[in-house]
T-cell receptor, first 115, second 113 residues
């Protein structure tokens, strides 16, 4: 069975600090997909990134970067020079190709960026 | 860019009443999903639907729940006799073929009184 663990329930930083959100996953499948979503106070899920299990290349998009390491089953998310607008709940999620691609979410990390 | 749309954005219902949450998936999508998020908790998978039938459902999706695709565009989630614990945000999602990402709607917040 697939499982996603986000051990950090809440993180609070001051603006301009860098912050890393951890995500550890479990799966028996060899083909799977990892995701990060942002959920602002308004409640919608904002897609940030999708990574498939065969692509271990790290990705950078502006202030966001993702570190995928299959050896440790981790897919961590770093925000560089955080801003107040980054305050939200961030969810990591996993879907297995063999399991109809149903997405299983972690418990989420609430990030608060203070001015 | 095409979007998944959900209506209403907020639904308030008396306990014991039936409620139908509506979703219009992206038009060329083939796989449809419902997820639930109780306030302050994680997003949980409810059910997936393909080729006019349920392909998988979670333990949350009991006999009180049903899904339907009544026409070529809508995908509905029905809760027959709502309970207080059904209060949550319900997200609809859809995708095209097998390994493509799911697109989520903005959710319907269901409040049971």
């Amino acid at each position: 069975a697939q499982k996603v663990t986000q051990a950090q329930t809440e993180i609070s930083v001051v603006e301009k600090e860098d912050v890393t959100l951890d995500c550890v996953y479990e799966t028996r499948d060899t083909t799977y997909y990892l995701f990060w979503y942002k959920q602002p106070p308004s409640g919608e899920l904002v897609f940030l990134i999708r990574r498939n299990s065969f692509d271990e290349q790290n990705e950078i998009s502006g202030r966001y970067s993702w570190n995928f390491q299959k050896s440790t089953s981790s897919f961590n998310f770093t925000i560089t020079a955080s801003q107040v607008v980054d305050s939200a709940v961030y969810f990591c999620a996993l879907s297995e190709e063999a399991e109809n691609n149903d997405m299983r979410f972690g418990a989420g990390t609430r990030l608060t960026v203070k001015p | 860019e095409p979007e998944v749309t959900q209506t209403p954005s907020h639904q308030v219902t008396q306990m014991g009443q039936e409620v139908i949450l509506r979703c219009v998936p992206i038009s060329n999508h083939l796989y449809f999903y419902w997820y639930r998020q109780i306030l302050g908790q994680k997003v949980e998978f409810l059910v997936s639907f393909y080729n006019n039938e349920i392909s998988e459902k979670s333990e949350i999706f009991d006999d009180q729940f049903s899904v339907e695709r009544p026409d070529g565009s809508n995908f509905t989630l029905k809760i027959r006799s709502t309970k207080l614990e059904d209060s949550a945000m319900y997200f609809c999602a859809s995708r095209t073929v097998h390994n493509q990402p799911q697109h989520f709607g903005d959710g319907t917040r269901l409040s049971i009184l």
